[in-house]
């Protein structure tokens, strides 16, 4: 049963989110959330022993919210193409807005949350994988894959283009790229079947985001 205490840790985990994504992890220090949360850094410091611990936690909690987000969706739609986009648009909604130095910083100064993310993401790897096979069973994507390779390939591919956003042409849009390397994604996986609902789902782009808006990452929102 959810108490008292435990929405307002969501709540501190959710405005904790907010500020990781504007500031990204090294202008993230315990005094500026402290601020901008409104609170002392001697209550930051009654809740969370670090900056590490209090990253990890929140990095930890917003991945358990995100696969209860997918299994809504899942569970709601028709079937594994459109819960597939659904749930692209939520983490593609992650990346774009989450801090350009975020992965940088990462990956330079914070090895232990770098170690933390990189076991989260392997978990992402195996949930991704449930739910292809579902599509599998349903016949919209072939069985003869290795998903395992797709799926790290297409995640690194996404991560990488986050690392070097700052060095793309103006013509091109770091969205666009996103949505070109996941369709050819799903192209490269789904059979004949899945290729006609995908190019339904492609026609139809705006109503498939419209039902999860209410879950994309953007400033103010909670999950």
Known sequence: METSESRRFDSLYFSIFQLLLKKGLKNLTMDSIASSLGISKRTLYEKFDSKTEMVVKTMSFMAKRRRQISD???????????????????QRSFICNVNQNFFADMDKFFSDIRDYYE?????????????????????????????????????????????????????????????????NFLYSIVTEKGRTILEECINNKELIVTDIEKYLYKDETEF
Do not use: H, M
């Open 72 to 90: 809504e969706i899942f569970s709601k739609a028709t079937n594994s193409i459109i819960a597939l986009i659904q749930t692209y648009y939520i």
């Open 119 to 183: 076991s989260e993401t392997e978990n992402e790897y195996e949930f991704a994988y449930s739910k292809i096979k579902a599509g599998i069973s349903e016949g919209v994507f072939r069985s003869e894959i290795d998903y395992s390779i797709q799926l790290k390939t297409l995640s690194l591919q996404l991560e990488s283009l986050k690392r070097i956003e700052n060095r793309f042409p103006q013509d091109i849009s770091l969205v666009d790229t996103y949505d070109t390397i996941y369709g």
